[in-house]
Nanobody, 126 residues
Framework: QVQLVESGGGSVQAGGSLRLSCVAF????????MGWFRQVPGKERERVGA???????SYADSVKGRFTISQDNVKKTMYLQMNSLKPEDAAMYYC????????????????????WGQGTQVTVSS
């Protein structure tokens, strides 16, 4: 059974930084596909980016150059480093994992993931 636990959300002023963490209990890191998504009330869940076997990453255009996804296979943890935050980045952030991890991860959408964390709130004030 895979369990994902996020942490690191909070409030920050525009231009600031936050780092989110996602610990993946019971997930096999020998082959993986994991992602970050975000959602604001009344809108669909939006893909932020993904990381997959070999440490390859992809990002939504809206966060490219500002956000960085990384993972620590020993700690079974995925990170989302968010810099130059904007008010429009405010949302509930979720980590997700797909197991088995077969198939393309680069542009995987929310329906392609079968495990989800509980979410962590990010607030950005202008």
């Amino acid at each position: 059974q895979v369990q994902l636990v996020e942490s690191g959300g909070g409030s920050v002023q525009a231009g600031g930084s936050l780092r989110l963490s996602c610990v993946a209990f019971g997930y096999g890191y020998s082959s993986y596909c994991m992602g970050w998504f975000r959602q604001v009330p009344g809108k669909e869940r939006e893909r932020v980016g993904a990381v997959w076997t070999g440490g390859f990453t992809s990002y939504a255009d809206s966060v490219k150059g500002r956000f960085t996804i990384s993972q620590d296979n020993v700690k079974k943890t995925m990170y989302l480093q968010m810099n130059s935050l904007k008010p429009e980045d405010a949302a509930m952030y979720y980590c997700a994992a797909r197991w088995p991890s077969d198939g393309s991860c680069r542009n995987a959408l929310s329906r392609d993931f079968n495990y989800w964390g509980q979410g962590t709130q990010v607030t950005v004030s202008s």
